[in-house]
């Protein structure tokens, strides 16, 4: 069983940018891919980024690439989100997950194991 807990989250202007962290425990999770998910009010959780096991692949969605990051450290069990020129639509609860494949997908029903979620918000 892995435990995924997010931290990082708060209030910030667009424009600004926040780093989260997700660290897991419970068993090393450095051959697992891993990914972060989030979701609004009254809407679906969608994908925004995974990574593979070595970090060798990382895949975005269209609306934060080139403004988030994802990275890991596996001796440290913690992957990370850089995010920055945060924009409004941005806000969300962010959610890291952990997927019992070394392969990153952008489908949530593909991972296992959900953190309980830091909440993001935006102002304009």
């Known amino acids: 069983q892995v435990q995924l807990v997010e931290s990082g989250g708060g209030l910030v202007q667009a424009g600004d940018s926040l780093k989260l962290s997700c660290a897991a425990s419970g068993r090393t999770v450095s051959s697992y891919a891993m990914g972060w998910f989030r979701q609004a009010p009254g809407k679906e959780r969608e994908f925004v980024t995974a990574?593979?096991?070595?970090?060798?692949?990382?895949l975005y969605a269209d609306s934060v690439k080139g403004r988030f990051t994802i990275s890991r450290d596996n001796a440290k069990n913690t992957v990370f989100l850089q995010m920055n020129s945060l924009k409004p639509e941005d806000t969300a609860v962010y959610y890291c997950?952990?997927?019992?494949?070394?392969?990153?997908?952008?489908?949530?029903?593909?991972?296992?194991?959900w953190g309980q979620g830091t909440q993001v918000t935006v102002s304009s």
């Open positions: 997950a952990c997927r019992r494949n070394a392969v990153p997908v952008r489908t949530p029903p593909s991972y296992d194991y």
């Open positions: 990574i593979s096991w070595s970090g060798g692949t990382t």
